[in-house]
């Protein structure tokens, strides 16, 4: 082998072994977000949070009315014993199948309180009711539950125990017979009857 070849070959091994060495290894290019999926979760987000503050002014506002439409009543019965007997004798309602305190109905049960604390030796019965719908047994406790929410209701605002007694009748006594949807929301209600120390009810 002449020497011009062989430098040649060795020129060429030199070039292929620094070829082969300076490869860089691939890389995997890292994943970038979706602009327009994010975009999509900051709305739905923000949509979330906007509906969520609606529903909770439109439930502040109700209870608002609520209570106001209350105070209205006070000042149209006047101040005599009987408007008061009317108001602590005054019914709340229930949705379907349900007992928890609606907050239409705690601004009835916040007039009670009133009440019942400036008539101190004033007693109630507190009676729990359905709509005819379900088995007889299904809805007498039902109705106790009704009766028992209010109850805790009263008690929880700092009203005596032992001053409310609780009672159900399920569906036995509905104040409307029809068979109607607008009945059925007549009958699903708690009663309150006055038991004693009634005779000379107090404007709070």
């Known amino acids: 082998m002449t020497r011009s070849m062989l430098l040649v070959?060795?020129?060429?091994?030199?070039?292929g072994v620094v070829a082969c060495g300076g490869q860089k290894p691939a890389t995997t290019p890292t994943p970038q977000p979706n602009a327009?999926?994010?975009?999509?979760?900051?709305?739905?987000?923000?949509?979330?949070?906007?509906?969520?503050?609606?529903?909770?002014?439109a439930r502040e506002e109700a209870e608002r009315v609520?209570?106001?439409?209350?105070?209205?009543?006070?000042a149209a019965l006047g101040h005599?014993?009987?408007?008061?007997?009317t108001l602590l004798s005054a019914m709340i309602h229930f949705d379907y199948d349900k007992s928890n305190i609606r907050g239409e109905d705690a601004a009835v049960l916040d007039q009670k309180v009133s009440i019942l604390h400036a008539n101190s030796?004033?007693?109630i019965r507190i009676s729990g009711h359905c709509d005819e719908r379900g088995s007889d047994e299904y809805n007498l406790a039902l109705g106790n539950r009704r009766a028992t929410a209010a109850k805790q209701y009263l008690v929880s605002h700092g009203i005596d125990a032992g001053r409310i007694e609780t009672t159900s009748y399920g569906k036995e006594r509905p104040l409307d017979p029809a068979h109607t949807e607008q009945a059925w929301s007549t009958n699903r209600r708690d009663e309150f009857e006055v038991l004693s120390g009634g005779d000379a009810l107090r404007q709070p």
């Open 66 to 74: 609520a209570r106001q439409r209350t105070a209205d009543s006070l």
């Open 9 to 15: 070959l060795v020129g060429v091994v030199t070039a």
């Open 80 to 85: 005599s014993s009987e408007a008061v007997r």
């Open 121 to 123: 030796g004033a007693t």
């Open 36 to 57: 327009d999926s994010s975009a999509a979760a900051e709305k739905a987000r923000q949509d979330s949070m906007a509906r969520a503050d609606a529903d909770r002014r």
